[in-house]
């Protein structure tokens, strides 16, 4: 009987680029940091290993994928959803996009809305300690709220940093730019005093929708504000669990916030900053009570003269906003 190899460390930092190979085409569950998949197979992370200059094989890959828990399981045909047939494209397309600007003085941020939360006496998964029972409402119903909660975040891949704003009233396409305006004068600018260009990964849908001309309106405005290129790339439609700001911010805010009633919307802020790896990852939390309009119409010649420019490839998912001089 042959007995199985075990994990030959050809370089001490083989789980460092073994990580760096896979975190592009991971995804994960906003609600579970313990659960994350790669759509990768071991023969292409051998060969990318061996690109990088190491003959890593199969055998060991699946090794390494076991070590950091990426579980192999069988697929179960319960969800029903549809595939746009340019997705392998688009994949290919931000990796590129985020190889060019790794190597830049640009900053790549992945943006996305979690789960809105009610404020007020109801019932949250998870547990606590504390010195006597919690009771809370039996149903949690909107008209018993004391108000709503809309986390929006903004995941900076190269700082491993997360800036958390929560909005109490819509989420609007004015909502996330206003979201990415302080971003920007609160931390991006100072930490990328050289920036000539924005990466922003997104999902398709939501207050970034890739179809809505609000968005791109309240997107040229906001390049216009800070001066800086803003370019896009959407994750194509039922791929969002591969943004990055999905699996490795909202499941350590998911962690930082369970098993307690949120009461005021002062608590989740206090909780979300310490939502902190072992990793390095660092949260900020600010709250924004600003009162958003929702059906906002696009202002008339807009569409007729949009200064969006849109990629000659996918430009449904790709395009770019330029500062316009006033």
């Not at 930490?191 to 260009?197: E, G, K, L, M, V």
């Given at each position: 009987m042959v007995e199985k190899k075990k994990i030959i460390d050809t370089t001490e930092n083989i789980d460092e680029i073994f990580l760096d190979i896979v975190k592009d085409s991971t995804?994960?569950?906003?609600?579970?940091?313990?659960?994350?998949?790669?759509?990768?197979?071991?023969?292409?992370?051998?060969?990318?290993?061996?690109?990088?200059?190491?003959?890593?094989?199969?055998?060991?890959?699946?090794?390494?994928?076991?070590?950091?828990k990426f579980a192999e399981r069988k697929m179960q045909k319960t969800v029903s959803l549809k595939e746009n047939k340019?997705?392998?494209?688009?994949?290919?397309?931000?990796?590129?996009?985020r190889e060019q600007y790794a190597n830049s003085?640009?900053?790549?941020?992945?943006?996305?809305?979690?789960?809105?939360?009610l404020i007020g006496n109801f019932y949250r998964e998870g547990t606590t300690y504390?010195?006597?029972?919690?009771?809370?409402?039996?149903?949690?119903?909107l008209s018993f709220a004391e108000g709503i909660i809309i986390p929006h975040g903004i995941y900076d891949l190269k700082r491993n940093e997360a800036f958390v704003t929560l909005g109490t009233t819509k989420d609007t396409g004015e909502f996330c730019c206003d979201c990415l305006v302080d971003w920007w004068n609160e931390y991006g600018k100072k930490q990328y005093p050289n920036a000539t260009s924005i990466l922003i990964l997104?999902?398709?849908?939501?207050?970034?929708?890739?179809?809505?001309?609000?968005?791109?309106?309240d997107l040229q405005n906001l390049a216009n504000l800070?001066?800086?290129?803003?370019r896009i790339a959407h994750y194509p439609p039922y791929t969002s669990?591969?943004?990055?700001?999905?699996?490795?911010?909202?499941?350590?805010v998911t962690k930082a916030l369970k098993g307690v009633v949120f009461r005021s919307i002062e608590i989740v802020n206090d909780l979300v900053k310490k939502a902190k790896t072992s990793t390095g990852l660092n949260v900020f939390s600010k709250i924004n009570n600003k009162i958003y309009e929702t059906k906002r119409?696009?202002?008339?010649?807009?569409?007729?003269?949009?200064?969006?420019?849109?990629?000659?490839?996918?430009?449904?998912?790709?395009?770019?906003?330029i500062p316009q001089k006033n």
């Amino acid at each position: 009987m042959v007995e199985k190899k075990k994990i030959i460390d050809t370089t001490e930092n083989i789980d460092e680029i073994f990580l760096d190979i896979v975190k592009d085409s991971t995804a994960g569950d906003p609600m579970n940091e313990d659960v994350k998949w790669t759509n990768l197979s071991l023969k292409e992370i051998s060969k990318r290993f061996i690109d990088k200059g190491l003959h890593v094989y199969e055998h060991t890959v699946k090794q390494l994928l076991k070590k950091h828990k990426f579980a192999e399981r069988k697929m179960q045909k319960t969800v029903s959803l549809k595939e746009n047939k340019d997705r392998n494209a688009q994949f290919e397309r931000i990796f590129e996009l985020r190889e060019q600007y790794a190597n830049s003085d640009n900053p790549i941020i992945s943006i996305d809305v979690k789960k809105k939360e009610l404020i007020g006496n109801f019932y949250r998964e998870g547990t606590t300690y504390c010195t006597e029972a919690i009771n809370v409402y039996d149903h949690d119903f909107l008209s018993f709220a004391e108000g709503i909660i809309i986390p929006h975040g903004i995941y900076d891949l190269k700082r491993n940093e997360a800036f958390v704003t929560l909005g109490t009233t819509k989420d609007t396409g004015e909502f996330c730019c206003d979201c990415l305006v302080d971003w920007w004068n609160e931390y991006g600018k100072k930490q990328y005093p050289n920036a000539t260009s924005i990466l922003i990964l997104a999902d398709g849908g939501g207050s970034n929708s890739s179809r809505h001309y609000i968005f791109k309106q309240d997107l040229q405005n906001l390049a216009n504000l800070i001066g800086i290129e803003i370019r896009i790339a959407h994750y194509p439609p039922y791929t969002s669990k591969y943004n990055p700001i999905e699996h490795r911010v909202f499941c350590h805010v998911t962690k930082a916030l369970k098993g307690v009633v949120f009461r005021s919307i002062e608590i989740v802020n206090d909780l979300v900053k310490k939502a902190k790896t072992s990793t390095g990852l660092n949260v900020f939390s600010k709250i924004n009570n600003k009162i958003y309009e929702t059906k906002r119409e696009v202002k008339e010649g807009f569409k007729e003269n949009m200064p969006i420019l849109f990629d000659e490839i996918l430009g449904k998912w790709n395009y770019r906003a330029i500062p316009q001089k006033n």
